[in-house]
């Protein structure tokens, strides 16, 4: 599975911005997909994930209730629809993709990654 993120950009605090993971091959749809971020000096964390149908979802606390990931196995992508967005934020955001849902949402438990895209939020 390849992986490429898109969607980044520049956006006030406050604003929403809506980025994308496009996935090839046809296996996509077995996949949990999982959205990490990593921050100028700091270790790549997790964001969120979803189960292979989408039916299931995880948040980390602290953008819980401001994104959502979803996703649509007919185009291949996985999606992170951000809202009320903060300057801490700002970050590489990543998608993954993990045969097996891990049990806990690390970066050990994904098996592939995209290159990432670039979020930035002003104060």
């Known amino acids: 599975v390849q992986l490429q993120a898109s969607g980044g950009g520049l956006v006030q605090a406050g604003g929403s911005l809506r980025i994308s993971c496009a996935a090839s091959?046809?296996?996509?749809?077995?996949?949990?997909m999982a959205w990490f971020r990593q921050a100028p000096g700091k270790e790549r964390e997790f964001v969120a994930a979803?189960?292979?149908?989408?039916?299931?979802?995880y948040y980390a606390d602290s953008v819980k209730g401001r994104f959502t990931i979803s996703r649509d196995n007919a185009k291949n992508t996985v999606y992170l629809q951000m809202d009320s967005l903060k300057p801490e934020d700002t970050a590489v955001y990543f998608c993954?993709?993990?045969?097996?849902?891990?049990?806990?949402w690390g970066e050990g438990g994904m098996d592939y990654w995209g290159k990432g895209t670039q979020v930035t939020v002003s104060s």
């Open positions: 091959g046809r296996t996509f749809r077995s996949y949990a």
């Open positions: 993954a993709a993990a045969r097996v849902a891990p049990m806990t």
């Open positions: 979803i189960s292979w149908s989408g039916g299931s979802t």
